[in-house]
């Protein structure tokens, strides 16, 4: 990628223009840097499809720590609940963009509701063995088709 000393706004401009122009990036979901989805003409049922959320950084960076701080992000805002997700996941900066299969992440953010629960515990131990079930092998009947 070719973008050099512009704010962290201005790339995640350029990149929407650039790489997804067949797509709307002009969503948010919550506290996440970037997000890329499919469009919707009209108000529909269910909500709009994300295809990618990713973590900006401007100039050059530690790609590996900008994923890291996306899953940080994605974890503590607990935006695997309130949003369906992305296949993907992914970091980019002005140099580079990496992308990584949102499935790869899905026994962290099982085992960070394990553990949220866990602190809850108003009826927990139900919700962790559903989560523990779903995580260890019911998952793979209920996989994210795109």
């Given amino acids: 990628m070719k973008y050099q000393n512009i704010i962290k706004e201005e790339l995640k401009n350029k990149v929407a223009q650039d790489y997804f122009w067949l797509y709307d990036c002009s969503k948010r979901i919550g506290n996440v840097d970037f997000c890329v989805c499919m469009y ?3 108000k529909e049922l ?3 499809e994300s295809l990618l959320w990713a973590e ?3 100039g050059s960076s530690d790609i590996y720590k900008s994923i890291v701080q996306l899953i940080l992000t994605i974890g503590k805002a607990r935006t ?3 949003f369906l997700p992305p296949a993907m996941l992914g970091a980019f900066d002005g140099e580079k963009i990496a992308f990584i299969p949102y499935s790869d992440f899905f026994d962290i953010f099982c085992d960070l509701a394990i553990t949220h629960y866990r602190r809850v515990k108003a009826d927990a131990e139900k ?3 559903s989560i523990e079930q779903f995580k260890d092998g019911g998952f793979q009947n209920f996989r994210f088709i795109r």
């Fill in 46 to 48: 269910f909500e709009q």
């Fill in 80 to 82: 695997f609940y309130k």
């Fill in 40 to 42: 919707q003409s009209q």
């Fill in 127 to 129: 919700r962790i063995k």
């Fill in 56 to 58: 900006a950084k401007k």
